[in-house]
């Protein structure tokens, strides 16, 4: 059974940093891409930043870009997502999620398999 876990999430004063985790497990995590997103309650779920597993090509949202930095430990199967200068407009819940292929569109609609979230609260 494949399960993408979450964890790591918290609250954190603006400018504070978190680091999330994604364990993956039940499928071949290696060549393939994992991808983070986030969604505020009412808004549409958005691509933070994704990864390709095989070879560790790193993409990212321009609203994350030079804060957020996606890394992988492969013996481990985790993604991990470095959080840093946080802004209250990062408040969200946050997912990871994977495709059985090489990163291409950081879309929603592109990842088969989710994890259950978990949420992060920035305070001003």
């Known amino acids: 059974q494949v399960q993408l876990v979450e964890s790591g999430g918290g609250s954190v004063q603006a400018g504070g940093s978190l680091r999330l985790s994604c364990a993956a497990s039940?499928?071949?995590?290696?060549?393939?891409?994992m991808g983070w997103f986030r969604q505020i309650p009412g808004k549409e779920r958005e691509g933070v930043g994704q990864?390709?597993?095989?070879?560790?090509?790193?993409y990212y949202a321009d609203s994350v870009k030079d804060r957020f930095t996606i890394s992988q430990d492969n013996a481990k199967n985790t993604v991990y997502l470095q959080m840093n200068n946080l802004k209250p407009e990062d408040t969200a819940t946050y997912y990871c999620?994977?495709?059985?292929?090489?990163?291409?569109?950081?879309?929603?609609?592109?990842?088969?398999?989710w994890g259950q979230g978990t949420q992060v609260t920035v305070s001003s």
């Open positions: 039940g499928y071949a995590y290696s060549r393939t891409c």
């Open positions: 990864i390709d597993t095989g070879v560790g090509n790193t």
């Open positions: 999620a994977a495709r059985l292929d090489h990163c291409y569109t950081l879309h929603k609609f592109f990842f088969i398999y």
